[in-house]
T-cell receptor, first 117, second 118 residues
């Protein structure tokens, strides 16, 4: 089974609207971290937001928020007030704490977001 | 305060040649991680190094690939006798400690090196 599943290969959103990018994960660890990264067409990986498994509140960073539903093992990224510059690939990633390798990130396959003017 | 620096950004090699990718971590970071991104895929862990030590190379292909992080100078990812399947983006990340960024601390990625094998 995949550890990180992003079911939306591509998403379209109208400028200024909100969009939700889905991410579900699979782990038996109690302690883990979830990340979202943005990869624009230029190729660099840009950190957006982090959620720890023990964090009680959903993480927020400016226009980004993470809708963390622990029981459902989902960590959806919500982008409010979309901008043209938000067009990019978005990757969900997880860091587990077991096995002594808590430095590894496991990435999903990504969602390509296109913001239309 | 430069971030993670990778070079070259783009590298073209013919089959059978060698590719060397370099990574200088952020100032103050002594832990380096290499990830590979195949076309239309997410990043996959390759190797974790500290200065002069390979800590975890479980994601490295068994042959032709090697990595080092010498006492002085950048970390090097070396691919010998490249094949077309090695064409990918290779990302380096660094952290100040060995947890890959504890808690909310995150890995800082470089801009990647894109290898094309003809």
């Amino acid at each position: 089974a995949q550890k990180i599943t992003q079911t939306q290969p591509g998403m379209f959103v109208q400028e200024k609207e909100a969009v939700t990018l889905d991410c579900t994960y699979d782990t038996s660890d109690q302690s883990y971290g979830l990340f979202w990264y943005k990869q624009p067409s230029s190729g660099e990986m840009i950190f957006l937001i982090y959620q720890g498994s023990y964090d009680e509140q959903n993480a927020t960073e400016g226009r980004y928020s993470l809708n963390f539903q622990k029981a459902r093992k989902s960590a959806n990224l919500v982008i409010s007030a979309s901008q043209l510059g938000d067009s990019a690939m978005y990757f969900c990633a997880m860091r587990e704490s077991s096995g002594g390798s808590n430095y590894k990130l496991t990435f999903g396959k990504g969602t390509l977001l296109t913001v239309n003017p | 305060n430069a971030g993670v620096m990778q070079n070259p950004r783009h590298l073209v090699r013919r089959r059978g040649q060698e590719a060397r990718l370099r990574c200088s971590p952020m100032k103050g970071h002594s832990h380096v991680y290499w990830y590979r991104q195949l076309p239309e895929e997410g990043l996959k862990f390759m190797v974790y190094l500290q200065k002069e030590n390979i800590i975890d190379e479980s994601g490295m292909p068994k042959e032709r690939f090697s990595a080092e992080f010498p006492k002085e100078g950048p970390s090097i990812l070396r691919i010998q006798q490249v094949v077309r399947g090695d064409s990918a983006a290779y990302f380096c990340a660094s952290s100040p400690d060995g947890t890959g960024g504890a808690g909310a601390n995150v890995l800082t990625f470089g801009a990647g090196s894109r290898l094309t094998v003809l």
